[in-house]
């Protein structure tokens, strides 16, 4: 009993410490929770609907109407099914209608009711709410009159992308959902088809059977494209793969640093009790009984706050949710929270934190009775690094910082390790703004000629005045089907596209070139060979590369449009689309899509750029509270374990000012060394991170630092340590001349 009130006593009277510790283990579970919560709750979402729903496995175009379907869907195991689409203008956006899908891609109704009249159209909730609609509302598209009765999710446009090759929606674009009937009064809409394979084994060799069917019986095949490389259905993917892959490494960082620093206060509470230890050792206490008493103290923390981290993130979750299906359109018809996940939460920190004590207490507690009442524990020890060091070289201010913290080398470490997370946490939320920027900005900064007109077939023949012609072919690199690509072919006295070196000169269009951000992505330089297979019918081609240009505009090969054709098995002068100045007089039921390079403003998806936004401000107030905690332990317990050394240093006649200075300022080396670590760690982590995620989505954003971001990032750390710094001097000044006798009487 006695010793359970001295756990409250000791906790008491150190609680500054312990409420720092506690927020830590908070934040970890917090973040453990909601990371888990929200990958798996999404997850099951998106897995639910699509698999309920028949999420296409390719989508593609025919030259020609697709004749006995019923028969292609028998001789390839799979469901074939077609839509109708067309694109509409309306007021601040541009409106996609869909055909509704029977057997692919079948729609859910998220709110109100289905198609039952004709003029009866639903739309998605994004583009719903974004125009400020409602149900029962009344909308005229190209002169006829449509009911709105509901909003609608389709498998295959759960991230709205107007075109495939779109990185984010176009603001104000949607979809809506209108009656086969009712597609009569467009009658220059585009026939699209999807496949669905009924064996989910082996999917892509079946999708490539369908393909060489197809072929076979007379059908040229247009923008052919698997799920796993579609960003409408990949992109929410990447969004499930980054909470998983991110969950549990920062819970584990966080509480790896949580043990670091349990362990050196638990380490110094137990030497400065070895002779109340040894006393209670002799008088019949048991090794069992204080490893359980001291121990109690890294339960208590670590369960109060894995409880309440896992507590407090559980109805986070559903708002999150809501932020992310407000850009990934998913019916939401529940949340779900993994049983194990939200046992970890809890349990995680304490088997780490319980673990890392125990060794710690071992060391001390395995002493005998008479070896611990010697007081031997409290006395400090000069290690080889002091020795080695020669400290009697420096003034006496520079050797008392030196061996304040060399003497204390898992306080030092913890402050190292500690600093240099916060310091990248930081780093990675200004450098993922910044480099997103980046890339916004640089799109299209290569199109001298901004209008791309692209063509639903193959081309021969004169291109319209004052355009250039180009082809392209959807492309991955042999063996690595996700790198996907498009290899595009050039006039060799093209001006509509520009391309630079990283020494800003002209590369010539006669030889292969590539941009930077696909030969990072790949490994390459020039001279180097790459293997190539066409998406589309599977042919293989090796190119050289003959220059990098520096831009970060997309994943691209440019080559010779003549040599394009020619390896393609494309008659010479054939052509995909047209790059132009001006606008073009085209038959619209010839093209697939136009884009408009000089109005890439308009294309940014608001709701995208706020969660950004959002995001980095999470990051900064996350990253700022973890380095001011961590700053905060180390040095209140320099303080406290000098507080003999304090005090006699106030004898001998130190002002207040003289004595913090001496005390606070020993860890302004490690915290800068902290902080320039960070940046290299903040680099690699990164990279490693959306590589990986490139590979899900098919998307590269190189991390950009910039030098700006990286000053002001510095400056809010120190900041952070100044504050820091101030709290603890106050703590310092209260440390009377008296300290020292009251040590010397004990």
């Given at each position: 009993?006695?010793l359970r009130?001295r ?5 008491k009277?150190?609680?500054g410490?312990y409420i ?5 283990i ?6 453990f929770?909601?990371?888990s ?7 099951n ?13 390719i ?8 004749e006995?379907i019923?028969?292609?869907?028998r ?7 077609v839509?109708?689409l ?5 007021s601040n ?6 055909s509704p ?7 859910s ?6 198609l039952k009249?004709?003029?009866d159209?639903?739309?998605d909730?994004?583009f ?8 029962g509302?009344q909308?005229?598209?190209?002169g ?5 009765v509901?909003t ?6 759960i991230?709205i992308?107007?075109?495939v090759y779109?990185t984010y929606p176009p ?13 009569k ?8 088809y ?7 084994e082996n ?11 197809l072929?076979?019986k ?15 259905i990949a ?10 892959t ?8 966080v509480?790896?640093?949580?043990c670091?620093?349990?362990g ?9 009790d070895?002779?109340?230890i ?9 090794r ?12 208590l923390?670590?369960?109060a706050g ?11 979750v ?6 992310l ?6 019916p ?5 929270f993994?049983?194990l ?9 304490m088997?780490?934190?319980?673990l890392?004590?125990?060794f710690?207490?071992s ?12 007081g031997?524990e ?12 020669r400290?009697?070289?420096f ?7 030196l061996r ?7 306080r030092?470490?913890?402050?190292l390790l ?18 997103f ?19 639903k077939?193959?081309?021969?023949g004169?291109v ?6 180009f082809n ?5 690199p ?10 595009v072919?050039?006039e060799s006295?093209?001006?509509?596209i520009?391309?630079h070196?990283?020494n ?7 030889q292969?070139?590539?941009t930077?951000l696909?030969?990072n992505?790949?490994g ?7 293997n ?5 019918d599977?042919?293989s ?5 003959g220059g ?8 691209y090969?440019y080559?010779?449009?003549?040599e394009?054709?020619?390896i ?9 689309g ?5 606008k073009?007089?085209i038959?619209r039921?010839?093209?697939a ?5 000089s ?5 940014a998806?608001t709701?995208t ?11 900064t107030?996350?990253?700022s509270?973890?380095g ?11 303080i ?8 006699l240093?106030k ?8 004595v ?12 800068f ?6 940046l290299?760690l ?13 590979e ?13 971001y990286v000053?002001i990032?510095?400056?809010?750390i120190?900041a ?6 101030w709290?603890?001097g106050?703590?310092?000044a209260?440390i ?7 040590a010397?009487?004990e």
């Amino acid at each position: 009993m006695a010793l359970r009130k001295r756990v409250w006593r000791i906790i008491k009277e150190n609680k500054g410490r312990y409420i720092g510790i506690f927020i830590l283990i908070f934040l970890g579970s917090f973040y453990f929770i909601g990371a888990s919560g929200v990958g798996s709750s999404l997850g099951n979402l998106v897995t639910d609907f699509t698999e309920k729903n028949k999420q296409e496995d390719i989508t593609f175009k025919s030259n020609k109407p697709l004749e006995n379907i019923s028969e292609l869907e028998r001789e390839s195991d799979a469901l074939i099914d077609v839509y109708r689409l067309y694109d509409v203008k309306v007021s601040n956006g541009e409106l996609r209608l869909l055909s509704p899908s029977m057997k692919v891609n079948i729609s859910s109704v998220t709110s109100g009711r289905g198609l039952k009249n004709p003029g009866d159209i639903l739309l998605d909730p994004k583009f719903f709410q974004m125009h400020k609609l409602k149900i029962g509302d009344q909308m005229k598209l190209n002169g006829k009159i449509f009911n709105i009765v509901g909003t609608v999710a389709i498998p295959n446009y759960i991230y709205i992308l107007k075109n495939v090759y779109d990185t984010y929606p176009p603001n104000g674009f949607g979809i809506g959902l209108i009656s086969d009937t009712d597609f009569k009064a467009f009658p220059e809409a585009t026939t699209v088809y999807s496949a669905y394979m009924k064996d989910r084994e082996n999917v892509k060799a079946k999708a490539a059977n369908l393909y060489g069917l197809l072929t076979k019986k007379g059908y040229s095949l247009s923008e052919w494209l698997n799920a796993d490389t579609n960003a409408r259905i990949a992109m929410v993917r990447g969004s499930i793969e980054g909470a998983n892959t991110l969950g549990a490494p920062v819970a584990v960082s966080v509480f790896l640093l949580c043990c670091l620093i349990l362990g050196v206060m638990i380490l110094r509470m137990v030497k400065s009790d070895g002779v109340v230890i040894g006393t209670l050792y002799a008088q019949g206490y048991r090794r069992g009984e204080l490893t359980r008493h001291y121990i109690a103290i890294p339960v208590l923390l670590s369960a109060a706050g894995g409880l309440a981290g896992t507590l407090l993130a559980l109805p986070i979750v559903g708002p999150v949710i809501d932020l992310l299906t407000s850009s990934y359109n998913v019916p939401v018809t529940g949340l779900s929270f993994p049983p194990l996940s939200v046992a970890l939460g809890v349990l995680m920190p304490m088997a780490l934190l319980s673990l890392s004590s125990y060794f710690v207490l071992s060391r001390v507690l395995r002493k005998s009775a008479a070896e611990l009442m010697k007081g031997d524990e409290q006395k400090t020890k000069v290690s080889l690094l002091e020795r080695g060091l020669r400290l009697e070289r420096f003034k006496f201010a520079a050797k008392f910082k030196l061996r304040e913290q060399i003497r204390s080398i898992p306080r030092l470490l913890f402050l190292l390790l500690g600093v240099s997370a916060a310091s990248m946490l930081l780093l990675f939320g200004f450098t993922v703004n910044n480099s997103f920027n980046v890339l916004m900005d640089s799109a299209g900064t290569d199109r001298y000629f901004p209008l791309e007109y692209a063509f639903k077939e193959i081309q021969h023949g004169a291109v319209p005045k004052g355009s250039e012609q180009f082809n392209a072919i959807r492309s991955y690199p042999k063996g690595n089907e996700r790198a996907e690509f498009y290899v595009v072919g050039l006039e060799s006295d093209s001006i509509g596209i520009t391309m630079h070196d990283s020494n800003g000169n002209n590369l010539p269009k006669n030889q292969v070139n590539i941009t930077y951000l696909l030969a990072n992505r790949l490994g390459l330089k020039v001279g180097d060979r790459l293997n190539i297979v066409s998406k589309v019918d599977g042919k293989s081609f090796s190119l050289k590369i003959g220059g990098i240009a520096d831009t970060y505009s997309g994943q691209y090969i440019y080559m010779p449009l003549d040599e394009l054709n020619r390896i393609s098995g494309n008659k010479p002068g054939s052509y995909i689309g047209v790059l132009s100045k001006n606008k073009l007089d085209i038959d619209r039921n010839l093209l697939a899509g136009v884009k408009d390079m000089s109005k890439l403003d308009e294309m940014a998806d608001t709701s995208t750029s706020m969660t950004m936004t959002g995001s980095v401000v999470l990051i900064t107030i996350v990253s700022s509270l973890t380095g001011a905690i961590i700053i905060f332990l180390v040095t209140s317990m320099m303080i406290e374990e000098s507080r003999s050394t304090i005090s006699l240093m106030k004898v001998f006649g130190y002002r207040g000012k003289e004595v913090a200075k001496l005390i606070l300022n020993s860890s302004t080396p490690v915290v800068f060394i902290g902080f320039w670590l960070g940046l290299p760690l903040m680099l690699a982590v990164g990279n490693t991170l959306y590589g990986y995620l490139g590979e899900q989505i098919n998307m590269v954003m190189p991390m950009i630092v910039n030098p700006w971001y990286v000053l002001i990032s510095f400056v809010m750390i120190f900041a952070v340590y100044e504050v820091t710094k101030w709290l603890c001097g106050r703590k310092l000044a209260k440390i009377s001349m008296s300290e020292v006798l009251k040590a010397g009487t004990e």
